[in-house]
């Protein structure tokens, strides 16, 4: 879960930031290891594979086993410069023989989530790894049995030891992934402070409000206002969208998949900058505009005098302290520009309301008055 504080950091150029591997590629190195060891007895290491963009890393292992029907393998996840709540845990992989006919298995060990809820690319019941790194998986499996001769008829049960605890720092839960992590990753590749990994996140909660018949949800800017907005109306935890910076991102992927209702929250700074037409609100790609906020103090009525210190003003928040006795009204007409915004963008019917909530949580401003 992102802070307010943390969406006002100034974001780092990824160039400039070593990238990491996912949780996936994690998962389908540690696939070829352990099967290759089941095959012949040896463990590759370091293993060598190929991403669906063409990245060929190799990963060292930090687990190896053989037993008598199955073998163990374990890498540690490394995300390079991201923030990732995963960074430094273990992945391991037990690839056992299965049936004939049966094809690849997979299942989800200790630390690995399980879904519960419809509206996710895995269907409810089974383990909690994505579309992309099963085909990889998958094309590992068949690649090593057809070069040696062998089935492959296998079970591939994937684990991270400590993965229930960090999942409760994800968006899992609020998913219906219960009990741990997902084995994620498109590209096999973690880009550090990566705005399409936010966003892909922001759609499948999404997906899960609709399937679930969820009718009202909220995206908020950070924690402060997510717990705010969460009480004031009593939604659940599967209603609350991590909208962080990308109220473009959100706003977008609802025009095509509207629900009945969604509230948008976050601080007076970030809900300006949405009133006044921005749509990726971090402070690297938009700016509080004061004479904006003058603006709209003069449409609530301010004398002169005051619209002409908020036009001095250093910031946002400085703006709402000037204005003091035209507080609510300035934020309410914030709050209503900020739903014009959203509004136009998404093009269709849902009914629409912003909540400007200050830095002590308390609310200040709505669109609706």
């Known amino acids: 879960m992102t802070t307010d504080a943390d969406n006002e950091r100034a974001e780092k150029s990824a160039t400039a930031l070593r990238r990491g591997w996912t949780t996936g590629a994690c998962a389908t190195a540690a696939t070829r290891a352990a099967f290759t060891a089941l095959i012949t007895g040896e463990f590759p290491d370091p293993v060598h594979i190929v991403l669906p963009k063409g990245h060929t890393p190799s990963f060292a292992l930090a687990l190896e086993e053989l037993t008598l029907d199955g073998a163990r393998a374990g890498i540690i996840k490394d995300a390079g410069d991201d923030p990732d709540v995963t960074h430094g845990a273990m992945v391991v992989v037990t690839v056992s023989r299965a049936d004939a006919g049966t ?149 977008k992927y609802l025009r095509k998949h509207p629900v009945a209702r969604l509230t948008i929250g976050g601080g007076f700074g970030k809900l300006s900058k949405l009133a006044m037409g921005h749509l990726d609100l971090h402070s690297g790609r938009s700016q509080v505009n004061v004479d904006f906020l003058a603006e709209q103090l003069q449409l609530v009525g301010a004398p002169q005098s005051l619209v002409a210190q908020a036009k001095q003003a250093i910031s946002a928040n400085a703006v709402l302290e000037i204005a003091a006795a035209y507080r609510t009204q300035l934020a309410n007409q914030v709050a209503k520009a900020a739903c014009e915004v959203a509004c136009a963008r998404l093009r269709n019917d849902m009914s629409v309301d912003v909540v400007v909530i200050d830095r002590a949580g308390n609310i200040v401003g709505r669109s609706d008055g």
């Open 103 to 251: 094809g690849v298995v997979f299942e989800a060990g200790e630390g690995v989530g399980v879904v519960t809820k419809p509206g996710l690319p895995i269907a409810a019941g089974e383990a909690a790894i994505n579309p992309v790194p099963r085909q990889l998986m998958t094309q590992t499996i068949t690649e090593l049995a057809h070069e040696h001769g062998h089935s492959s008829d296998v079970n591939i049960q994937i684990s991270i030891p400590g993965g229930a605890a960090l999942a409760e720092q994800t968006w899992n839960p609020r998913l219906g992934i219960v009990g741990g992590l997902s084995i994620l990753g498109t590209t096999g590749v973690v880009i550090p402070y990566s705005c399409s990994a936010w966003i892909h996140s922001i759609h499948r909660g999404i997906d899960v409000a609709i399937a679930t018949g969820t009718s009202h949800v909220a995206g908020c800017t950070g924690s402060t206002s997510e717990k705010t907005v969460q009480a004031l109306y009593g939604l659940s935890i599967g209603a609350m969208l991590d909208m962080g910076d990308f109220a473009g991102g959100m706003l």
